[in-house]
């Protein structure tokens, strides 16, 4: 929609018009976030279903304590993971409350300040220095302009606009650095590249987390065994002749007995107690599997801008005839100094310096202002950052404004020039691009004084501006001459000196990368930036890049060779959304797990495509937020290391507990089908089984769950994307561990059946628990001895084993849960029986440990 521009603006009654017929300016909000498809998630898991239908089974059957019980365990299941769940999408919402966007606009002939969802195509938008533009607009009144586009782009240097045809068209979701101008809007909400973008980012489907799929798959494996053998056995015992209730309650016991009740709660509990330490952290999980899919991952793909660096402008280098500076500091702090040959200068020890300094500070319409212990910039983040250099030199600030005239920058000129009145006369200064300064430039200052600036002078700036520039820094150059007419004329200056600058790399994100190339993790830069200042910052940060690939490069190739491609140390610049979403998935098609980090609204699609999204939660758009599964609340680059460390210790705990428990039931349903085989009576009862899984066996795997990181944990390098939650081992030491404890267990129930079946299945029943805490220990490592690992390093584990073998003796003695579970006392004689049993399962899996790495030595 576009309309006849009035002085005015629009009135109120065009307003409305133009808002029915393109309603609020603000994107369609996520359908994800609502409290019941959250809570409906929660029973999606092929685990959860099998347990509603072992419910409703044992209800058919009348077995009420059974289905009330399985029943509870689902609920506590779907609470906690509810819980966790809707906490990340309600803080996301406080995050978005944080940032409720404003405009300036022209209406009724005034300006006011309106919420940018009231925004309407044909809307004037007043934009200053420090405004968010709210919609698409085509700039109709423009006066030195500059939009910092990075949020869309990934370009970190501010776009200079104008009137011209390919310049006067202005972005929402970007801000103004500098200058003033007025633009109609012409599109807003969905229509505005930005809402493009964020449809782009809707167009990914749904993903699945690769720990849902290994615990979908191991679910469907347990279903269906358990369902064979408990038909199988309940079968052949009914041809044996065997009792048929009893046959039915047997093979309900078997199914009982296979499905561990207790996996998918201990698994919900360990991953939110992961995702909570995560929050103290500041990384906020929006689903309880992302972290643990970061622990997986074996590339990062990662944009610049805002995320490896600060965005923001800072000096590093300067360049006079006589000397080279480097500037320490980053950002728009002041805390930093300017250093010669080791030393620090000071600009009262060095008059080229003052020169340098004094120019940048006046030349500019930035300013720091102190709040608190920080300071802000406001204006043109290159200006903002001359400025910032002259504070760390000590330059003399002024006590009020001395510029006379200004010749504004523009983009066909490339500088700017003001007359000053300094206290020592009246001066031109001048900053803008190398090239344009030194053609109005005839001298250059040294320390005898201004000298001619001969072809070989020109030749040394001309050098100095290309080693700067081939380091990835952007370059100014300065110039002055003293005005005694007060005219300001841009001719016959005096050449000052260079200043390159650079948005540079956050402090703590060198280590964050070395670390995470240590555990085995690629990094890939994607930026929107130039190659030049990306391979610059891969160079401070020690990527290791053979080839810088643009954009435009990369359309020209097929899938195949860009497949072939990140094989190499390869960077990504000048790249597009759809790009990027590219290089993502031709990751994933090598089988790669892949975690995307952005901020902007151009890194969306890529977060939604990414294995793991990782979005920053202050600089980071509302779009990025939501395509992502893990927001960074800080912004910082060195969180996500911590938070691969952590996944890799859920899913190494998630191992544990699932072999822990798998093996913990194979003792149980290899000791019912041996009995069932020998004509034996029940060695273990229903509400005797679902005792062991749901109340000592969950207890101690969410205990295990709770497992701190291995040492080594971060030395190696990422599981592979098919690596299975059991494996071809887990299998072994379960089948090996079962049937030791299944067969012990059944040797102590025959050995005592002359005594009564009561006494002989009580014993049976607490020696299995027995065999089951102790058993613990076998899995607190599957690598690592409990010495390496320490034996009371684990304090959840030591507390739950007293109160679960606390809670088997009130099973044995009190009356209460001796009638609930139809137990009888038994006596010391049957106690060392099972402490006999129970002590080859802590003494051999520490033995095999020691001897294991001596073998992988050999």
Not at 519 to 525: D, L, T
């Amino acid at each position: 929609m576009s309309q006849t521009l009035q002085d005015g603006g629009l009135t109120q009654s065009q307003v409305q018009a133009a808002r029915e017929l393109a309603g609020w300016n603000e994107l369609p909000e996520s359908q994800s976030a609502g409290p019941i498809r959250v809570l409906l998630r929660q029973f999606s898991s092929f685990l959860v279903l099998i347990l509603i239908v072992a419910a409703a089974v044992a209800l058919a059957l009348g077995e009420l304590i059974d289905a009330a019980t399985i029943g509870l365990v689902v609920i506590l299941n779907a609470v906690l993971g509810f819980v966790q769940e809707w906490k990340a999408e309600t803080a996301l919402t406080a995050l978005r409350k944080l940032l409720s966007p404003q405009a300036m606009v022209l209406r009724d002939g005034q300006e006011q300040l309106v919420a940018a969802r009231d925004i309407v195509p044909g809307d004037i938008l007043v934009l200053a220095p420090g405004a968010k533009i709210a919609a698409d607009a085509v700039l109709v009144r423009v006066a030195d302009l500059r939009v910092d586009e990075s949020i869309l782009t990934g370009e970190s240097v501010p776009v200079a606009k104008s009137q011209d045809e390919d310049k006067r068209q202005v972005y929402a979701g970007t801000s103004v650095t500098s200058g003033r101008a007025e633009a109609q809007v012409t599109a807003t909400a969905s229509r505005t590249e930005f809402g493009k973008i964020a449809h782009l980012t809707g167009s990914v489907g749904a993903k699945t987390t690769n720990l849902q799929s290994k615990l979908g798959q191991l679910a469907r494996q347990l279903g269906l065994a358990a369902l064979l053998v408990a038909a199988g056995v309940a079968g052949l015992g009914i041809v044996l002749g065997r009792d048929l209730t009893e046959m039915v309650m047997t093979g309900l016991s078997l199914s009982v007995a296979m499905v561990p009740e207790g996996l998918p709660a201990v698994v919900t509990i360990t991953l939110a107690l992961g995702a909570t330490a995560m929050v103290r952290q500041n990384a906020l999980a929006r689903r309880l599997q992302a972290v643990e899919t970061l622990g997986a991952a074996s590339v990062i793909c990662t944009d610049k801008t805002g995320t490896l660096t600060e965005n923001k402008m800072t000096a590093t280098r300067i360049w006079t005839f006589d000397q080279s500076y480097e500037v320490t500091g980053t950002g728009y702090d002041p805390a930093g100094h300017i250093e010669a040959d080791g030393k620090r200068v000071r600009a009262a020890d060095d008059p080229i310096l003052l020169a340098v300094l004094n120019t940048g500070l006046h030349c500019s319409h930035a300013r720091l202002v102190p709040a608190g212990k920080t300071w802000t910039m406001v204006g043109a983040p290159t200006e903002g950052a001359l400025v910032t250099l002259a504070y760390k030199g000590w330059c003399p600030l002024p006590t009020e404004r001395g510029v006379l005239a200004e010749i504004p920058f523009s983009s066909d000129r490339k500088r700017m020039s003001v007359l000053y009145q300094s206290p020592d006369g009246t001066q031109i200064l001048t900053k803008g691009a190398p090239e344009q300064i030194l053609e109005i430039c005839t001298q250059i200052l040294s320390h005898d004084g201004p000298l001619d600036l001969t072809p070989a002078r020109r030749q040394s700036i001309s050098d100095a501006y290309a080693t700067m520039a081939a380091d990835g820094l952007r370059v100014i150059a300065l110039a002055s001459r003293r005005a005694p007419d007060h005219v300001i004329e841009e001719e016959e200056l005096v050449f000052l000196g260079l200043v390159g600058l650079i948005d540079p790399p956050r402090a703590e994100v060198r280590q964050a990368i070395a670390s995470a190339q240590s555990a085995g993790i690629r990094i890939v830069m994607i930026t929107g930036d130039s190659p030049i200042t990306a391979g610059a910052i891969a160079k401070q940060l020690s990527l290791q890049v053979t080839r810088h690939l643009t954009g435009a490069e990369l359309e020209e190739l097929d899938d195949q060779a860009l497949r072939t491609l990140l094989n190499e140390g390869v960077l990504f610049a000048r790249t597009r959304p759809e790009q990027k979403m590219r290089i993502v998935a031709a990751l994933q098609a090598e089988n790669q797990i892949v975690a995307m980090t952005g901020d902007g609204v151009n890194d969306a699609p890529a977060l939604k495509q990414a294995d793991i999204g990782v979005s920053m939660g202050v600089r980071g758009t509302d779009v990025a937020r939501d395509a992502s599964d893990l927001v960074l609340l800080d912004d910082n680059f060195a969180t996500i290391v911590h938070a691969i460390g952590e996944g890799r210790r859920q899913f190494a705990n998630v191992q544990k507990f699932v072999r822990y428990l798998l093996s913990s039931n194979a003792g149980e349903v290899i000791a019912l089908v041996v009995n069932i085989a020998v004509g034996g009576p029940l060695v273990f009862l229903a509400t005797q089984i679902l005792w062991m899984n749901l109340v000592t066996d969950g207890v101690t795997a969410v205990a295990l769950g709770l497992e701190k990181a291995e040492p080594d944990q971060m030395n190696h390098p990422p599981r592979r994307k098919e690596t299975a939650i059991l494996g071809v081992g887990g299998i072994v030491t379960i089948i090996l561990l079962g049937t030791y404890t299944g067969l012990s267990s059944l040797w102590i129930f025959f050995q005592l059946l002359d005594q009564g079946v009561e006494l002989a299945r009580t014993t049976a029943f607490t020696a299995m628990v027995v065999f089951e805490k102790v058993s613990v220990f076998a899995f607190r490592s599957l690598r690592l001895s409990n010495f390496r690992v320490g034996w009371f390093s684990n304090p959840f584990l030591l507390i739950a084993l007293v109160v679960t073998i606390g809670a088997q003796m009130m099973a044995v003695y009190w009356p209460p849960l001796q009638v609930l579970l139809r137990t009888v006392p038994i006596g010391v004689a049957e106690w060392q029986w099972i402490g006999l049993f129970a002590l080859p399962i802590l003494i051999v899996p520490e033995i095999l440990k020691m001897i294991w790495p001596n073998v992988q030595r050999t």
